[in-house]
């Protein structure tokens, strides 16, 4: 689950110590005793029986960010065995697109049930994979169990032959039919390897569809866990390939044989991924990156406010599309806000043990910490100031960096425009709504938006007004995305498509409109003339349209 404008606070240059040379930094999260580590969670057996759905002939390994050690070794895939696995997927689609709907949703609800009972393993994996914190690893259970639930109740309804008003009421029956595409291809990112994997997963398969999925690497013991429990609940194995490797060697091959293309990732990968489908005429759903903004007006809670701009900004280390890096706060409450949000983002507890406690862990990879370094960096030194962390923290672990906050950017720093992907926000003062708004729609993203206000008919208005595929009222981002009856995407560059509600599994589907005429046919009959038959018609329309027909 993946680029502002200038403040009106005076700019001045921050240096922070590093840890133990005179100012504390960010609290750690002390381990509990007898926490499990990689190597309890980790076993050959569990990465035997995981890799088991793996079509892959070659090996490749991958490592923790806690601690830079390795955690697995694991298949790696050629081009040539993309092939084989879109192969397997097409032969058992058939059958699985045989199966009635309820069937194939009764998978849906076993597997929530099953995710919930045993969390504890998957949470572990997050972990381990990508750094997080449990909490935030937390976000990603309830987000599957959500979509499972949802999908598991809905698809019936959702994928219901639907009738409609024909071209002449009573003679044309009309109905609409939803069939599977067939075999998706389905590319999942790092930051949220479980909802993002099986979560998007899950539509297609209510639908009817089989998936080709590539995880990335880093990642993929968590995919495959959600695969291997999903199977349990009932979904045959063949229906869900996996295949692991480099993105620029395999990605191509899955984006060019899916009969339906997910990808979540990059704008830039997202753009050549577009391109590919659009070359073959089939479609796409891409969420990309964000810039997104959060708004706290004059008269907002300024206490619920700041603890949800820590959420907002801080949550999975800020490595989540649709977090906050722009924050704008009305001139008149700003400092009382930022004394608050400061003293809660300087408290936040960092960790990376396998248990509840930390408030934040650390970065994915050495990538990551190096954005989130060249943005702080960059912005010091034309003239930002730092207001909070600023640092990272090797004593806790090799990525670990503190959640940090910037005053006084301007447009001709990095981090403006792009998009940092880490525990960092900048704060921008505002004076008036119609200015947060201009100041807050000034990116080419659209992925999500945040507004605070005590009134909630204003903030819902203001809502409005902002050009993203998400708007949370009083909450950061968690509200909108855990609606899963509601879409959720993004406009201009941050994406096309949207996951949840109907649109969510629709995508994974073709229409079809079936329409059967009776008695008369939709021409000149029972001896009228041509002009007869034209003047019949247009009495006809008129008349529909008296009667209210739609």
């Given amino acids: 689950m993946t680029v502002s404008q200038d403040g009106n606070s005076a700019t001045r240059t921050s240096t922070r110590p590093a840890p133990g040379t005179g100012e504390a930094g960010n609290p750690v999260a002390p381990a509990p005793a007898g926490a499990r580590t990689a190597a309890d969670v980790v076993t050959p057996a569990l990465v035997a029986a995981l890799t088991r759905g793996v079509v892959g002939s070659g090996k490749t390994r991958t ?7 390795e955690l697995a070794e694991l298949p790696e895939s050629t081009p040539e065995d993309v092939a084989r696995a879109f192969e397997r997927a097409r032969a058992a689609q058939r059958a699985w697109a045989a199966t009635p709907v309820r069937q194939r949703a009764a998978v849906l609800l076993r597997f929530h049930d099953l995710v919930l009972a045993r969390q504890s393993e998957v949470l572990d994996l997050i972990q381990l994979e990508t750094g997080k914190a449990r909490l935030h690893a937390h976000e990603e259970v309830q987000a599957v169990a959500v979509a499972a639930r949802h999908y598991g109740r809905k698809a019936p309804s959702y994928l219901r032959p639907k009738r409609h008003t024909g071209a002449i009421p009573g003679l ?13 291809g389905q ?35 968590t995919a495959l866990w959600a695969r291997d429990l999903l199977v349990e609940a009932g979904l045959p194995a ?11 060697v395999i990605g191509p091959e899955v984006a060019d044989r899916g009969d339906y293309v ?61 977090s906050i890096e722009r924050l704008y706060v009305h001139e008149a409450v700003a400092d009382a806000f930022l004394e608050r949000f400061l003293a809660r983002t300087r408290a936040m507890r960092l960790g990376g043990s396998l248990a509840y406690g930390a408030d934040m862990g650390s970065l994915v990879s050495q990538r ?3 954005t989130v370094r060249r943005h702080i960096e960059d912005a010091v030194a034309k003239g930002a100031t730092v207001l909070a962390g600023g640092r990272a923290r090797p004593d806790i672990g090799p990525l670990f960096h503190e959640p940090t906050v910037l005053e006084g950017v301007e447009p001709s720093m990095a981090v403006c425009g792009e998009e940092t992907f880490g525990p960092l926000v900048s704060v921008y003062r505002f004076a008036d709504v119609d200015e947060a708004v201009e100041l807050a729609n000034a990116t080419s993203y659209g992925l999500n938006s945040s507004v605070w206000t005590g009134n909630g008919r204003r903030g819902r208005e203001i809502a409005a007004r902002l050009r993203t595929g998400t708007v949370n009222v009083n909450e950061g981002y968690a509200s909108a995305y855990g609606s899963a009856q509601a879409p ?11 996951r949840h509600g109907s649109e969510g599994i629709y995508k994974y589907t073709e229409p079809q409109t079936v329409a059967h005429q009776r008695v008369l046919p939709m021409a000149p009959s029972l001896g009228m003339s ?21």
Avoid at 281 to 286: A, F
Avoid at 488 to 497: A, H, I, K, V
């Fill in 488 to 498: 959720m995407g993004g406009m201009g560059d941050s994406g096309l498509g949207r």
């Fill in 262 to 322: 997910s990808f979540t990732g990059s704008t830039r990968t997202g753009r050549e991924v577009a391109q590919r489908a659009a070359a073959r005429l089939v479609g796409c759903s891409l969420e990309l990156g964000g810039k997104n903004a959060m708004l706290v007006l004059e008269d907002a809670d300024l206490d619920k406010a700041a603890a949800g701009a820590v959420r907002g900004a801080f949550s999975s280390a800020g490595q989540l599309c649709i």
């Fill in 368 to 370: 990551q910490l190096e």
């Fill in 238 to 248: 063949e229906v869900w390939q996996v295949v692991l490797g480099d993105g620029p």
């Fill in 187 to 221: 590319i999942a990112p790092w930051n949220y390897p479980f909802e993002l994997s099986v979560g998007d997963a899950l539509p297609a398969f209510a639908a009817g569809n089989a998936v080709v999925m590539k995880p990335d690497t880093q990642t993929a013991l």
């Fill in 530 to 550: 041509d002009e007869a038959y034209a003047a019949f018609m247009s009495r006809s329309l008129k008349a529909l349209k008296t009667l209210r027909f739609r």
């Fill in 172 to 184: 044309t029956k009309v109905t609409e039919l939803r069939h599977p595409r067939g075999v998706v």
């Fill in 63 to 69: 490592s923790s960010p806690l601690t830079g050690s």
